[in-house]
């Protein structure tokens, strides 16, 4: 079973300032792997999929890269509609999350 | 407008059984893949489980497997899961979320609100 691991925990940012989150897969997923922003009482909403393709209406400071074990998403400048909690995943397994919370 | 439309969540016995239901609109239901991914209070993601777009393919997470399936009806816009043999674990918020592709890529465009099945005593 692959078991995906995202860092930091936490992560304190400031509006307008750039967020790297980070995805790990504990082997090789290629690029099968997408990004979801969930705030607070809201479902999950797909941001990233195929590790770097924008879904319909994502803006362009949301970008997604990596292959293979190491993924990133980057929020180029924060606003603040995007605190939230980030998640990756690949397939049938989620990592357990990247809180971004306001600086 | 695509929605989702989850319901059936309640309060059910440890051993219990529920249906859960939901009501999809706004895109070709059976073009899609279906998936149930829940969210106990307070934690992460959980993917339950997988249907085709026809119904003739079904996957289940290992949690579930054996007490928990999904099924699905094209002339009613309807996603289903049967839950059987409900444990605390099972407690959580669940979703019902639309695949991107027809036999199940496993990326989520669309989510309902879910419904939320708490199995206490």
């Known amino acids: 079973e692959i078991v995906m691991t995202q860092s930091p925990a936490t992560l304190s940012v400031s509006p307008g300032e750039r967020a790297t989150l980070s995805c790990r897969a504990s082997?090789?997923?290629?690029?099968?792997l997408a990004w979801y922003q969930q705030k607070p009482g809201q479902a999950p909403r797909l941001l990233i999929y195929?590790?770097?393709t924008r879904a319909t209406g994502i803006p362009a400071r949301f970008s997604g890269s990596g292959s293979g074990t190491e993924f990133t998403l980057t929020i180029s400048s924060l606003q603040s509609e995007d605190f939230a909690v980030y998640y990756c995943?690949?397939?049938?397994?989620f990592g357990q999350g990247t809180k971004v919370e306001i600086k | 407008e695509v929605q989702l439309v989850e319901s059936g969540g309640v309060v059910v016995q440890p051993g219990g059984s529920l249906r859960l239901s939901c009501a999809a609109s706004?895109?070709?239901?059976?073009?899609?893949?279906m998936h149930w991914v829940r969210q106990a209070p307070g934690k992460g993601l959980e993917w339950v489980s997988l249907?085709?777009?026809?119904?003739?393919?079904?996957y289940y997470a290992d949690s579930v497997k054996g007490r928990f399936t999904i099924s699905r009806d094209n002339s009613k816009n309807s996603l289903y899961l049967q839950m059987n043999s409900l444990r605390a674990e099972d407690t959580a918020l669940y979703y019902c979320?639309?695949?991107?592709?027809?036999?199940?890529?496993?990326?989520?465009?669309?989510w309902g609100q879910g419904t939320l099945v708490t199995v206490s005593s």
């Open positions: 979320a639309k695949d991107i592709m027809d036999s199940g890529e496993y990326y989520f465009d669309y």
């Open positions: 706004g895109f070709t239901f059976d073009d899609y893949a």
């Open positions: 249907i085709s777009w026809d119904g003739g393919s079904t």
């Open positions: 082997q090789s997923v290629s690029s099968n």
């Open positions: 195929g590790a770097s």
């Open positions: 995943q690949q397939r049938r397994t």
